[in-house]
């Protein structure tokens, strides 16, 4: 089992950063690739960002590319989201999940997720 727990999410005006933290216990961090994911109600979740189990390798929609980082330290057991240049349609729900397979850009592949953290762009 891994328990993941996001933070750092906010009321924000267009144009500014928020970061959120996402800390996992129980099983080696370092062996699961991680992904952020987002959701609006009446909508499917939407996958954001992943990054391998080194950190070497990661992977952006479309939509957050060039604003987004994804990040982590496995040190520290933490996968990282830095946000910048927020719009009001990044408006959501964001959640972080572990996949122990291949680093995947398929939700039905994570194993394990996080209850989310509330991020909401004011225009």
């Known amino acids: 089992q891994v328990q993941l727990v996001e933070s750092g999410g906010g009321l924000v005006q267009a144009g500014g950063s928020l970061r959120l933290s996402c800390v996992a216990s129980g099983r080696t961090f370092s062996n699961y690739n991680m992904g952020w994911f987002r959701q609006t109600p009446g909508k499917e979740r939407d996958l954001v960002a992943v990054?391998?189990?080194?950190?070497?390798?990661?992977y952006y929609a479309d939509s957050v590319k060039g604003r987004f980082t994804i990040s982590r330290d496995n040190a520290k057991n933490i996968l990282y989201l830095q946000m910048n240049n927020l719009k009001p349609e990044d408006t959501a729900v964001y959640s972080c999940?572990?996949?122990?397979?291949?680093?995947?850009?398929?939700?039905?592949?994570?194993?394990?997720w996080g209850q989310g953290t509330q991020v909401t762009v004011s225009s």
């Open positions: 990054i391998s189990w080194s950190g070497r390798s990661t």
């Open positions: 999940a572990a996949s122990g397979a291949l680093m995947t850009q398929k939700i039905s592949e994570y194993d394990y």
